[in-house]
């Protein structure tokens, strides 16, 4: 069974652009949620989706947003980006429950963003 | 609010040693407790999950406990090889079911 895919794996923006990413969860899994990693803030929950409704979200600007697909596929999109966005982006999924409290997340291997 | 903190930040042992990974958390009204694993330039492989009506978990080399009075879990590792060299992350997920993350312990087993 494939894994979490994440495109793309890398990415350059400068400030004020804007940046779709996109997240491919394993087939079956309905859950998706997206964090936000960086060396001074660490992990942080960004949003989870499920049969394309946001069910919950973390503490960040309305800049974020996503969405999800009927094929439970998920984009996050950040726009006016700002330096402090720079991060890597994870991507999870997981079978039903909500953002993997009941069941275990699978992660896929992240989007590096970088802002100039 | 929850906070998540991991002690210590960096860990460096020699190879075939026992060691433990520590997570505390300052809510004890929590969902479950997650360890997981993150390797340089990867996404994170989740290792164990404690529910908060279980006090421990384990698989293979790997056991983790969980104490909610205390707010501690602890994540013991037997007979530590290089493969185990790894970022290794706890997450308690609160009552809105979200995952609050500890920064983490970098293991580094010495061959």
């Known amino acids: 069974k494939a894994g979490v895919t994440q495109t793309p794996r890398y990415l350059i923006k400068t400030r004020g652009q804007q940046v779709t990413l996109s997240c491919s969860p394993i087939?079956?899994?309905?859950?998706v949620s997206w964090y936000q990693q960086t060396p001074g803030q660490g992990l942080q929950f960004l949003f989870e989706?499920?049969?394309?409704?946001?069910?919950n979200k973390g503490n960040f600007p309305g800049r974020f947003s996503g969405r999800q697909f009927s094929n439970s596929r998920s984009e996050m999109n950040v726009s006016t980006l700002e330096l402090g966005d720079s991060a890597l982006y994870l991507c999870?999924?997981?079978?039903?429950?909500?953002?993997?409290?009941?069941?275990?997340?699978?992660f896929g291997p992240g989007t590096r963003l970088t802002v100039l | 609010k929850q906070e998540v903190t991991q002690i210590p930040a960096a860990l460096s042992v020699p190879e075939g040693e026992n060691l433990v990974l520590n997570c505390s958390f300052t809510?004890?009204?929590?969902?479950?407790l997650q360890w997981f694993r993150q390797d340089p330039g990867k996404g994170l492989t989740s290792l164990l999950l404690?529910?908060?009506s279980q006090r421990e978990q384990t698989s293979g080399r790997l056991n983790a406990s969980l104490d909610k009075s205390s707010g501690r879990s602890t994540l013991y590792i037997a007979a530590s090889q290089p493969g185990d060299s790894a970022t290794y992350l706890c997450?308690?997920?609160?009552?809105?079911?979200?995952?609050?993350w500890g920064a983490g312990t970098k293991l580094i087993i010495k061959p």
């Open positions: 999870a999924s997981s079978l039903w429950a909500s953002g993997g409290s009941i069941d275990t997340q699978y």
């Open positions: 087939s079956g899994h309905r859950s």
């Open positions: 989706y499920f049969s394309e409704t946001q069910r």
């Open positions: 809510d004890s009204a929590i969902y479950n």
């Open positions: 404690i529910q908060s």
């Open positions: 997450a308690a997920a609160d009552s809105n079911y979200q995952l609050i």
